[in-house]
C-alpha cells in the first residue's frame, strides 16, 4: 500500500512538473519552454539598467550609455538606443557613489549622543517634539470648548 502511494505522489508531481511546459498560456505559446530554462545570473541587477554592460572595476575611462523616454514617460537606459528616439547620452564613471569607510571617532560628542548638551541636533529634536505635544494639547482644548465636550 505504501508502495503503491509512493508511486502515485512520484507520478503526480513529474505531471505537475512538466505541466507548465505543455499547457498554452492564452497568446498562443507554452506557460514555459525549454529553451528559457537558465540558471539564475549571480550578477547585481539594477532595475532600468538592464541590458546595460557597466564598466569593468579596471576600466579608468567613462562610458557613454544613452537613456532614452518611452510614451508613458518611463526612462530607460541602454548602449544604443531605438531609432527615432531622442536619447541623451549619459557618461558613466567606474568610481561614482564609491566613498572610502570613516572610522567613527568614540570620544566625539554629536548628533548620536544624548548628551551633546543644548543646540545638538537631539537636543533641537527633543525641543521639537515638545513643541509638538503643547501645540496638540491647545488644539484638542481648544476643539472641547468649540464642541462642549462632544
Not at 508502495?3 to 498554452?24: G, Q
Not at 497568446?27 to 554592460?53: A, I, Q, T
Not at 557613454?64 to 518611463?74: A, E, L, N, Q
Amino acid at each position: 500500500m505504501l508502495i503503491r502511494a509512493l508511486k502515485y505522489f512520484i507520478a503526480v508531481a513529474v505531471i505537475a512538473s512538466l505541466a507548465p511546459f505543455v499547457l498554452p498560456d492564452g497568446y498562443g505559446g507554452r506557460l514555459f519552454s525549454w529553451s528559457e530554462l537558465s540558471w539564475p545570473d549571480p550578477g547585481v541587477s539594477v532595475p532600468g539598467l538592464d541590458g546595460v554592460e557597466l564598466p569593468s572595476m579596471g576600466e579608468d575611462q567613462p562610458r557613454t550609455v544613452y537613456k532614452w523616454r518611452d510614451r508613458d514617460g518611463t526612462w530607460h537606459y541602454g548602449d544604443n538606443p531605438p531609432a527615432g528616439v531622442a536619447a541623451e547620452p549619459v557618461k558613466v564613471h567606474r568610481d561614482v557613489n564609491v566613498l572610502p569607510a570613516v572610522e567613527p571617532d568614540p570620544d566625539a560628542k554629536g548628533e548620536t549622543d544624548p548628551e551633546a548638551g543644548p543646540g545638538s541636533p537631539i537636543e533641537r529634536a527633543r525641543d521639537a517634539a515638545t513643541n509638538a505635544e503643547q501645540r496638540t494639547r491647545t488644539i484638542d482644548r481648544a476643539i472641547e470648548r468649540e464642541t462642549g465636550g462632544r
